[in-house]
């Protein structure tokens, strides 16, 4: 079975996903709907309760999906330095003939629009497999890296007809730190949000054995379960990558 998703995965973003399929770009989210405002209550909660989130940072969001998270990085962190959204499988299409990229695209460009003067990208690509943006080669520059719901076991990976390999949370966190190391960063801070208990206690096993994890706090479902679907706790935590 896993082959059979690695052969839909390359089809959807190497062959069909390359088809462009509606003329404009789909509106772009706003802090009004329903996936931002999840995004709204996490960071805005994660902006309170780890005060130093609000420092200057080149923002990444690692898997970031349709995007829906960029009204909220800049809302809940203005003070970042750039934003960069990475998403892996940009070439998904959905029931409206739109691909995840465009609407990647049209939340980027519908920020650039309000803040001109900001560098604000998006990369369709492996996270894992991404040389650092330039902006990092700056000298002592600092990183705040957000990932929500990453695939730490396979099981939610195979249910979004994605391959095995990216249930690859460890790898994902290692070229965090590969990342910090050959750029000599400043600081490296990962803001992770992970669905339920389980997917928590393995996140921290993993995480122990390359960052200092700063603290963990829960946001229950009832706060957020009329626009977000699913009914576990999310389990917030701040780690600083060694």
Known sequence: MNSIRELSFWLRNSFFGKVRLR??????LTLASQESRFFRLILGRSAQTYPELLEPYHLIDIGCGS???????????????????????????????????????????????????????????????????????????SLLAFCSYPFVFTDPCRSWGLPDRFANWNEQVKTLQDWRRSLNLKKLLLLSVHQGIDEKEESLR?????????????????????????????????????
């Open 23 to 28: 003329r404009n770009l789909p509106a772009a």
């Open 67 to 141: 995007g829906a998270s960029l009204p909220a990085l800049i809302e809940s962190l203005p003070q970042f330095q750039s934003i960069s959204l990475i998403e892996a499988d940009g070439g998904r299409r959905y029931l409206n003939l739109y691909r995840r990229r465009d609407q990647i695209q049209a939340q980027v460009e519908s920020a650039q629009a309000h803040f001109p003067q900001s560098k604000i990208q998006y990369k369709i690509a492996d996270f894992t497999k991404l040389s650092p943006p330039p902006d990092l080669c700056e000298p002592q520059a």
């Open 206 to 242: 993993q995480l122990q054995e390359i960052a200092q994890v700063r603290g963990t706090f829960i946001v229950p479902p009832d706060e957020w379960r009329e626009y977000w679907p699913s009914p576990y706790e999310a389990h917030v935590i701040l780690s600083e990558i060694t």
